[in-house]
């Protein structure tokens, strides 16, 4: 960011987290500045360096997906020592994030009481699948699962086929955000009062949160209310169409689009004068014969016409790209949201940028995803003042 200072610049992170949810929670405070530090098993690392497409000898897509801005330190917490070694690199940081099982990090020797003896102010976050103070606090948590339970499964999709799971693992994401803005609301309390905090992120809280308005109609009409896939379930019409050449979006947001619609996009002025589409309500009620009548319109012009048409309208409307068509466009690559860094073994990975913009610039990615332990040796000698020779005794008895 032409050398401006990134707001979290001075904080430090221990990530004790893997797989999704805590990875993504750290790696948020990285892209703002934060120094994370994430603390794997010497032997296989986090789970995901073991997940999907590998890049390199220890990285694979999806770790490098939620491990960009850190530094990788191998210890083992089953060992005393090690358990000693991370109990004094809490000491020297702000924030720790860990979503062992419920019980297991105090098993471990770093759960809150233990690292608040360490560092009375630390702010400490626990996720988990489920409320630690419920009936299920011991179970595992995994995203598939509780998408099925948070009923998001049975929102999505179309209403003719079976519950359909969300494309990413939506759940571990959103938990992990939200998990972040819980640390930075803390980080700000604690300017104020001195003290730290505990925050606890239960995936499946977070999972019904994420059912938003579907959420509320559902206790307002007392069932399910419809699927409708790539429609939108209170405005019509709005969702993805198909024109002579392919798929693309259109999304009429009030009366006076929807009249622009007909009568300038499809060239049918006889819809914009129906009383039964005058109004979204009604468009809604009357939303099968409105569509019987709009889908041959759309699909007898190309999309590049209807795009035209739609963009001089000021109708909101976009292409339906492939994944790598939109990671290769030139709305991407304008963006700078994908980027290639070097790695420990000479090649280039493939990293995506930071989403925000902080005073009109994209913050940098400063480091590329971590080789499994990479930064133990740097890390332990800055942070803890360890010596060659000590590491070299610890590497000898199976701690790092």
């Known amino acids: 960011m032409s050398g401006a200072r990134l707001p979290l610049e001075g904080v430090r992170v221990l990530d004790l987290s893997r797989v999704l949810a805590g990875p993504m929670c750290a790696m948020t405070l990285g892209d703002l500045g934060a120094e994370v530090v994430k603390v794997e098993h010497p032997d296989r690392g986090d789970d995901t360096r073991d997940w999907g497409l590998r890049v ?44 062992f099982k419920h019980g297991g990090a105090a098993r471990l020797g770093v759960g809150y009481e233990d690292l608040r003896a360490v560092r009375e102010d630390i702010i400490y976050v626990s996720i988990s699948g489920y409320d630690s103070t419920g009936a299920e606090a011991g179970r595992p948590g995994y995203d598939l699962v509780v998408q099925g339970e948070a009923g998001l499964m049975g929102m999505n999709g179309e209403a003719t086929q079976p519950p359909l799971k969300f494309g990413v693992a939506v759940v571990d ?53 419809p699927r409708y896939g790539n429609a939108h379930p209170s405005i019509v019409p709005y969702g993805v169409f198909d024109a002579a050449d392919g798929p693309l979006v259109i999304t009429v947001g009030n009366n006076a689009q929807f009249q622009r619609f007909c009568r300038e996009v499809i060239e049918r002025p ?30 007898s012009r190309s999309r590049a016409v209807l795009l035209q048409r739609l963009a001089a309208a000021g109708i909101p409307c976009g292409e339906v790209l492939g994944l790598l068509e939109a990671l290769q466009s030139p ?8 980027r290639q860094m070097p790695h420990a073994e000479g090649g280039q990975a493939h990293v995506l940028a930071p989403p925000f913009r902080i005073d009109g610039e994209r913050p940098p990615v400063r480091r590329a995803p971590p080789f499994l332990g990479e930064g133990t040796a740097d890390v332990l000698q800055e942070l803890l003042g360890i010596d060659a020779e000590r590491l070299a005794q610890l590497r000898g008895q199976g701690v790092l």
Do not use: W
């Not at 609301?185 to 938003?212: C, K, N, P, V, Y």
């Open 56 to 99: 390199n000898s220890t990285q694979t897509a999806y770790f490098n997906s939620v491990n960009r801005n850190k530094r990788s330190v191998t210890v083992d917490l089953q060992h005393p020592e090690g358990q000693r070694l991370v109990r004094e690199l809490a000491a020297q940081c702000d924030v720790v994030v860990q979503n």
């Open 173 to 225: 994401m959103f938990t992990g955000m939200y998990a972040a803005q819980g640390v930075l609301a803390a980080l700000f309390d604690r300017e104020r009062s001195g003290a730290g905090r505990h925050i606890e992120m239960a995936l499946f809280d977070s999972g019904l949160m994420l059912t938003a308005y579907y959420g509320l109609e559902a206790l307002l009409q007392g069932g399910d209310p």
């Open 270 to 299: 006889d819809l914009a004068e129906d009383a039964r589409y005058a109004t979204n309500l009604l468009r809604g009620v009357n939303r099968e014969a409105l569509m019987a009548e709009i889908g041959p319109a759309l699909r």
């Open 331 to 338: 709305r991407a690559r304008a963006g700078g949201l994908v």
